[in-house]
T-cell receptor, first 110, second 114 residues
Framework: AQRVTQPEKLLSVFKGAPVELKCNYS??????LFWYVQYSRQRLQLLLR??SRESIKGFTADLNKGETSFHLKKPFAQEEDSAMYYC????????????FGQGTTLQVKP | DAGVIQSPRHEVTEMGQEVTLRCKPI?????LFWYRQTMMRGLELLIY????????DSGMPEDRFSAKMPNASFSTLKIQPSEPRDSAVYFC????????????FGPGTRLTVL
């Protein structure tokens, strides 16, 4: 079964500290992984996708097929990073269906 | 483009009443998704359409929920009769092959059933 697990509902760090938001997935084929972010009072939006191998707002995520993980990392957290983060998986269908994790709220304290 | 548009933004209704949520996807997108977000269950996919055809409605909680997409620029999610446990934020999202399956979300409709 396709599943995305984000084990932490809340992650609280101080400004300038490193951040790692965990995401593990279950999928038998070759998945496509995404991170979406929802800032307060804003709509959910794409942060990054694994196939792009890019860094957005200082965040990176590497797909580890051996550990079936796609953790989101940032070396130095900023207060404006405070938001809800969702990890999502897309299977091989062409419809673009995404399976979302439960979400992790990141709280960056001053 | 104004992005995905949803209406109403807030809906308060009483148990037993019919509720209709509306969504206008981004022009040119051929896939449309309805999600429900709650504190307990996070973001759940209810149903999605491809080229106006429902592809997978396995996430629809029960027969009280129904969704339609009469044309490429409009979709509705209806709950009849509504119950307090339906209280949640309902999101609509759209995508296309051109967006490499990136989904663009609407602002959501916050539904409260009393």
């Amino acid at each position: 079964a396709q599943r995305v697990t984000q084990p932490e509902k809340l992650l609280s760090v101080f400004k300038g500290a490193p951040v790692e938001l965990k995401c593990n997935y279950s999928y038998s084929g070759s998945p496509e992984l995404f991170w979406y972010v929802q800032y307060s009072r804003q709509r959910l939006q794409l942060l990054l996708r694994h196939i792009s191998r890019e860094s957005i707002k200082g965040f990176t995520a590497d797909l580890n097929k051996g550990e079936t993980s796609f953790h989101l990392k940032k070396p130095f957290a900023q207060e404006e990073d405070s938001a809800m983060y969702y990890c999502a998986l897309s299977g091989s269908s062409n419809t673009g269906k995404l399976i979302f994790g439960q979400g992790t709220t990141l709280q960056v304290k001053p | 483009d104004a992005g995905v548009i949803q209406s109403p933004r807030h809906e308060v209704t009483e148990m037993g009443q019919e509720v209709t949520l509306r969504c206008k996807p981004i022009s040119g997108h051929n896939s449309l998704f309805w999600y429900r977000q709650t504190m307990m269950r996070g973001l759940e996919l209810l149903i999605y359409f491809n080229n106006n055809v429902p592809i997978d409605d396995s996430g629809m909680p029960e027969d009280r929920f129904s969704a339609k997409m009469p044309n490429a620029s409009f979709s509705t999610l209806k709950i009849q009769p509504s119950e307090p446990r339906d209280s949640a934020v309902y999101f609509c999202a759209s995508s296309s092959r051109g967006t490499l399956r990136t989904q663009y979300f609407g602002p959501g409709t916050r539904l409260t059933v009393l």
